[in-house]
């Protein structure tokens, strides 16, 4: 009867760690390199994220590429996320804005018009 004793405390004692770590990683945030993927008419379109997150404010840069290194400006609610970049244009800035659900180490991306790129919807893995 001891046994069970020392045994039952130390069952316990290892679920509540292992329930503490898995609360700790689904927990860590948004922040991180990401890469998105945009899914429109023009085909899909692959970007590199980097998002940083401080409380509910969302910043960071998304690299399209060809030297376009856009910033992030948006917010974190829950698991919902939006934020918008600004892509510069002969014809005046182009923002594109972006809402999406984070789910460990998946964003899945709401529909949306993407400016020039169409419309369609997005997504991202942590990298």
């Known amino acids: 009867m001891g046994k069970r ?8 004692f290892t679920a509540l760690v292992a329930l503490s770590s898995s ?24 970007w590199q994220a980097t998002f940083e997150q401080d409380g509910d404010k969302l910043g960071g840069e998304i690299d399209l590429g060809d030297n376009e290194v856009l910033s992030v400006d948006g917010t974190i609610a ?5 934020f918008v970049i600004v892509v510069p244009d002969l014809d005046g800035d182009q923002p594109i804005a972006f809402e999406g659900e984070l789910s460990g180490d998946m964003i899945t991306g709401a529909q949306g018009s ?3 790129y169409g419309t ?8």
């Open 78 to 82: 829950g698991a919902t996320l939006k």
């Open 114 to 116: 993407f400016s020039w």
């Open 23 to 46: 609360r700790a990683q689904t927990q860590s945030g948004v922040a991180g390199a990401w890469e998105m993927k945009l899914s429109t008419q023009t085909g899909i379109t692959t």
């Open 5 to 12: 004793l020392v045994i039952a405390p130390l069952v316990m």
């Open 120 to 127: 369609g919807d997005w997504s991202a893995s942590r990298k």
